[in-house]
């Protein structure tokens, strides 16, 4: 038997993880007193959403961006042309960039990057459906590393929330708090 679904095709049992980190992360944050933001491509804003689903969470999160072009990410994030048409927008240096320009801009302690290729199409040999590469800027620098997710596109782009998440958890501190149970 599958796991419920809502009305978003999510399933009920990966949104309570997320939920549940995201509880964790915000707790975390704030017993260090610090600051998170986010730079999304192919989640549309569904890490901030999940960060926001916590009361209080305006302690910890003060903005984010969803910048789906390349023109959004070049403005508002300072990702170079010559990067984007290097190396294309799901890349390493495209998402590591993405993450040290929010960071800089919203003056936070932390940040998220996310860019990939959630389908159906889009995919290639090289960068199928479900890649995605990540960036986590914190204070030792900018962390990134790619998965390549199976499923559809609501999975992709849950499995991405939710991996994003994780990372930052791990990475702000998780043995600073205990993750409660919301």
Request: net charge neutral.
């Amino acid at each position: 038997m599958s796991p419920s679904t809502n009305p978003h095709g999510e399933s009920v049992t990966m949104q309570s993880e997320i939920t549940r980190l995201a509880a964790g992360l915000g707790a975390a944050l704030l017993a260090g007193g610090r600051q998170v933001t986010t730079a999304e491509s192919c989640t549309a804003g569904g890490i901030a959403e999940a960060i926001t689903r916590i009361a209080g969470s305006s302690r910890w999160f003060g903005q984010g961006w969803v910048t789906y072009s390349n023109a959004a990410k070049t403005s508002q994030l300072g990702v170079g042309s010559f990067t984007l048409k290097r190396h294309g927008a799901v890349s390493e240096p495209v998402v590591r960039a993405m993450a040290a320009g929010a960071r800089e801009r919203a003056g936070a302690d932390w940040a998220v990057a996310v860019s990939g290729i959630a389908g159906p199409d889009g995919g290639s040999a090289e960068k199928p459906v479900g890649l995605v590469w990540f960036a986590w800027a914190g204070p030792a620098g900018v962390e990134a590393e790619s998965v390549v997710f199976p499923g559809d596109r609501a999975e992709v782009r849950e499995r991405t929330v939710h991996h994003a998440l994780s990372g930052l958890f791990s990475r702000v501190g998780a043995g600073e708090a205990e993750t409660p149970v919301p």
